[in-house]
């Protein structure tokens, strides 16, 4: 289980800087400055961009899904393999971001968190504290033999 739960937190780390870098070439492209807020950036998008974005947020959440769904056994198991590959995406496309580009400026930082089905809107800080939290829970899960 270790390994399997180590080998999804590298996937999910190496698919949060692929994101990241997405993202850095999508802001360049469309002008936006390193250093602005990617809530003012979402009213710069182009409608047709916008879309397109939310298409690579879903395929996002596909291939999260099917790494799980491969990963576990029981549907519990999936469940655990998907939150835990989620909250490393998350926590290292932020700090993928802020390596590249030095942004966000702080944990304090507004970002459009999600797109799909409206923008979630939120403090960095909010997913970084969710993702946090879900990595120490089941790390806490699996040191005591809940799975």
Do not use: C, Q
Not at 75 to 93: N, R, S, V
């Amino acid at each position: 289980m270790i390994l399997k739960l180590s080998l999804l937190a590298v996937f999910g780390i190496a698919m949060a800087h692929l994101e990241g870098v997405v993202v850095v070439y999508l802001r360049k492209a469309l002008g936006i400055t390193e250093t602005e807020s990617n809530k003012v950036s979402v009213d710069k998008f182009p409608k047709r961009y916008l879309y397109i974005e939310m298409t690579r947020e879903a395929a996002t959440i596909v291939m999260l899904v099917v790494i799980a769904y491969l990963a576990g056994a029981t549907w519990i198991e999936k469940g655990i393999m998907f939150l835990w590959t989620f909250a490393f995406w998350d926590l290292f496309y932020y700090l993928s971001l802020y390596l590249v580009i030095g942004w966000p400026p702080s944990l304090k930082t507004i970002d459009v968190l999600f797109l799909i089905p409206v923008p979630w809107i939120a403090p960095v800080w909010f997913p970084v504290l969710i993702s946090s939290s879900t990595i120490i829970t089941i790390v806490f899960l699996l040191i005591s033999g809940v799975f």
